[in-house]
């Protein structure tokens, strides 16, 4: 089992540009989270999914943040424009439904500059 | 608003001791209760979780769950230097949306 994968794991870029970041889920697990990470505020629930649909996006801190779920292997997360305070660690986890077990990947670690 | 507390820390012991991690939650309907650790630089990952309020042992490990005070705790017994980390203590409720505390960051010295 390969794990959640995330990609890309550093991500360097300018204030106002673009950031995608993408998640591949463990096979057979049909729910995905994304969390982001910083010293201040820890660990932040973004965004979760229930069988690719969005179940609960009150942890988006804004209208730049978009997530999608096109199918049952794959999500990204989009920043646009992204901007110095969204420089954070990035991680998406996995889950099976009624699983008590959070699979996370190794998170990509965003500089905005 | 559901809400996970913990010491941040830094928790330091000597090597073989015991190390008394602390977390309570906001939230009553909160149904499972979890540990995770995170070492510097890597991802959280799941050591410990309990449903049912009392202990629940696990090699060195054991997790302690007090619903009536809203009270989760992780005793590490013969600490090792390798046990030096980041611990987030994380609480479900219905559904699937996990919840994590800030972390208390523990040392152990060798």
């Known amino acids: 089992d390969a794990g959640v994968i995330q990609s890309p794991r550093h991500e360097v870029t300018e204030m106002g540009q673009e950031v995608t970041l993408r998640c591949k889920p463990i096979s057979g697990h049909n729910s995905l989270f994304w969390y982001r990470q910083t010293m201040m505020r820890g660990l932040e629930l973004l965004i979760y999914?229930?069988?690719?649909?969005?179940?609960?996006d009150s942890g988006m801190p804004e209208d730049r943040f978009s997530a999608k779920m096109p199918n049952a292997s794959f999500s990204t997360l989009k920043i646009q424009p992204s901007e110095p305070r969204d420089s954070a660690v990035y991680f998406c986890a996995s889950t099976s439904q009624g699983s008590e077990k959070l699979f996370f990947g190794s998170g990509t670690q965003l500089s905005v500059l | 608003q559901k809400e996970v507390e913990q010491n941040s820390g830094p928790l330091s012991v000597p090597e073989g001791a015991i190390a008394s991690l602390n977390c309570t939650y906001s939230d009553r309907g909160s149904q499972s209760f979890f540990w995770y650790r995170q070492y510097s630089g890597k991802s959280p990952e799941l050591i410990m979780f309990?449903?049912?309020?009392g202990d629940k042992e696990d090699g060195r490990f054991t997790a302690q769950l007090n619903k009536a005070s809203q009270y989760v705790s992780l005793l590490i017994r013969d600490s090792q230097p390798s046990d030096s980390a980041t611990y987030l203590c994380a609480v479900k409720g219905y559904g699937q949306n996990f919840v994590f505390g800030p972390g208390t960051r523990l040392s152990v010295l060798p």
């Open positions: 309990i449903y049912s309020n």
């Open positions: 999914f229930n069988n690719n649909v969005p179940i609960d």
